[in-house]
């Protein structure tokens, strides 16, 4: 299983869920490594943009900048040292989180159920950008889906981020809920023509702003939040940004 690489080992930690329908939430987050996306504004863009890739980054505008080395960025691990790892915090709300997770459905099938194992009550998100439909199995074992859909301010061509039918289907599951992430009020046109064609329900839409720091949040924040008012939508705010700013593993 290939995850994201944070020091020695895996990029596998004990924080609150920072966005989205349960932030708040006390949880073990595990980060899978390489996206099949490369958005301009990725937060977490050490999972993808390895050197020597073409990718456009907004932080190759930064001096001094440079992608990380895919050797570098990736650890290896077993399942079962994964699971082991996950219990070691005693916590059984567990985000897998990427890059985008559902590349290594399979392992993460074998993962849920080897820590289900216990008998105890386990409960599982996933985050995905809505471009792959999960098998029956993934669906029966994951109890919650955090869709984010990708819109033209990602700077992905829509023939590789705009899957109508693997959204619909994931609406279908019951189990999922649809964060867009806005960064100007022109997004919003863009987010219900799509939240129309794939008949996602409004009461699972949240809108979120894009930000990598709290002065790029606090742009978007106030006003969107007024449109999520007015819509009848959720709005989220991105929480472990304002608490751990860009950090890593908390
Ligand atoms: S889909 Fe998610 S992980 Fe992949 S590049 Fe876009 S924001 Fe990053």
Request: hydrophobic letters at 30%; proline letters at 0%; glycine letters at 8%.
């Given at each position: 299983m290939k995850l994201a690489r944070l020091g020695d080992g895996a990029e596998i930690f004990h924080t609150v869920q920072g966005e989205g329908v349960s932030v708040g939430v006390p949880a073990v987050f595990v980060r899978l490594s390489l996206c099949n996306l490369h958005c301009v504004w990725c937060d977490t863009d050490h999972t993808w943009n390895f050197a020597g890739t073409p990718w456009k980054h907004e932080k190759d505008a930064v001096p001094g900048y440079a992608k990380v080395r895919k050797e570098d960025a990736i650890i290896e691990m077993d399942v079962a040292e994964v699971a082991g790892?996950?219990?070691?915090?005693?916590?059984?709300?567990v985000v897998l989180t990427g890059g985008e997770p559902l590349l290594h459905e399979k392992e993460l099938v074998e993962l849920m159920e080897e820590l289900r194992g216990d008998g105890a009550d386990w409960f599982f998100e996933i985050e995905t950008n809505g471009t792959r439909m999960p098998g029956a199995e993934a669906v029966g074992a994951i109890d919650r889906f955090n869709v984010s859909p990708k819109l033209s301010n990602s700077g992905v061509d829509s023939g590789l981020?705009?899957?109508?039918?693997?959204?619909?289907?994931?609406?279908g599951t019951g189990k999922a809920w649809f964060k867009f992430v806005v960064e100007k009020d022109g997004d919003l046109e863009e987010i219900f023509e799509m939240v129309g064609e794939a008949g996602i329900p409004k009461g699972r839409v949240i809108l979120m702003p894009e930000g990598r720091n709290v002065g790029e949040i606090d742009k978007v924040a106030p006003w969107?939040?007024?449109?999520?008012?007015?819509?009848g939508v959720r709005f989220s705010d991105r929480l472990h940004v304002r608490l751990w700013g860009d950090r890593r593993g908390v």
């Open positions: 790892e996950v219990r070691k915090f005693g916590c059984r709300h981020r705009k899957k109508t039918d693997v959204v619909r289907g994931l609406a969107l939040a007024e449109r999520c008012r007015d819509f």
